[in-house]
């Protein structure tokens, strides 16, 4: 009555938070549960901290990106479901029980995703509450059918896992999306608040705006051919509305003092497109705290539009050197 359920924990320098992260997979109510963390070449101390919370830890000798990590952890068990963790999250008590829930009642469900609370697990300033608000209130419309997938909590059947395949260990930005497409070639994929937990965000944007960059790059690089962006798609034109505003800044230097406006304007339809977003925040934290969402919220959005720019830039340049290779006959 109770399949054994695989918690698949990848960890790479993750000693102060992965304590907290095994504990809160021992405090499920679910009964039939194992737990594997999958140490990624750590140099804090991480495999140490996560066998005394009572993990069985399994070691990467080189540090080979989340996607090896989840794979290792995948062949190493036994359960009949996966449930993949990130090792910087806490979950709550009845996730495992309603993943289980889920799968079992929906044999089309090929993955099951959950959402991260409004709330940082362990680190509290202003880029911290901002990165958790902003990926809660991007998450919580998630609920439901999802055109994608993320791996910070996340549950699968162990045969779909088999049918579809490892991560792609290539990938160290986009495994997770890219993984996602796989298996919406033949399941569904859907998102639900029953499955939740409280992430520990970064605490500065000298780290997360790096992060962003690089991420946005490799997705926009990577994107296949007819590809919907689904619910994401006015986030992406909001975010490059900022970065054609920062670009159009320069404008009233060279004649048109008028041109002043251009960039407001863009801000202020990309602000529009955010509305929920914003109006949501400044509900449950008050109007000053929304300036200062809004301040980081705009960092973000040209950050991760010049990532996708480059990356865009980048997957046209390699299809334009491909067409432009002449193809070589091969003599019979």
Request: with cysteine.
């Amino acid at each position: 009555m109770n399949p054994l359920v695989s918690v698949v924990i990848p960890c790479y320098n993750r000693a102060r938070t992965v304590e907290l992260c095994v504990r809160s997979v021992r405090q499920q109510t679910y009964p039939a549960i194992e737990i594997i963390v999958v140490d990624d070449a750590s140099s804090d101390g991480s495999a140490g901290v996560a066998e005394s919370a009572g993990a069985t830890v399994l070691r990467l000798p080189t540090n080979s990106g989340p996607g090896a990590a989840r794979n290792l952890g995948a062949e190493r068990a036994r359960g009949e479901i996966l449930f993949f963790l990130d090792a910087d999250v806490a979950l709550e008590p009845g996730s495992v029980a309603a993943a289980v829930a889920k799968l079992r009642s929906t044999p089309r469900l090929g993955a099951i995703c959950g959402v991260l609370r409004p709330e940082s697990l362990l680190s509290d300033n202003l880029v911290a509450e901002y990165r958790a608000l902003q990926m809660y209130h991007w998450w919580l419309a998630r609920e439901g059918p999802m055109e994608g997938l993320h791996t910070a909590l996340c549950a699968m059947r162990a045969e779909v896992f088999r049918e579809i395949g490892p991560f792609n260990p290539d990938l160290r930005h986009t495994e997770a999306p890219e993984y996602g497409h796989r298996i919406r070639q033949r399941y569904d994929v859907h998102s639900t608040a029953a499955i939740a937990g409280v992430h520990d965000h970064d605490t500065t944007l000298r780290v997360l705006l790096p992060k962003v960059f690089l991420r946005a790059r490799a997705s926009a690089a990577e994107v296949r051919r007819g590809e919907v962006l689904g619910g994401a798609a006015s986030r992406v034109l909001a975010s490059g509305l900022v970065l054609a505003a920062a670009l159009t800044l320069p404008v009233p230097l060279v004649g048109w003092p008028g041109g002043v406006a251009v960039p407001l304007v863009l801000v202020a339809v990309a602000s529009a497109l955010e509305a929920d977003t914003y109006r949501r925040v400044v509900a449950s934290r008050g109007f000053r705290f929304g300036l200062r969402f809004a301040a980081v919220h705009l960092l973000y959005q040209l950050t991760s539009a010049a990532g996708a720019a480059i990356g865009t830039a980048e997957r046209l340049l390699r299809r334009a050197t491909w067409r432009a290779t002449p193809s070589v006959e091969v003599p019979r």
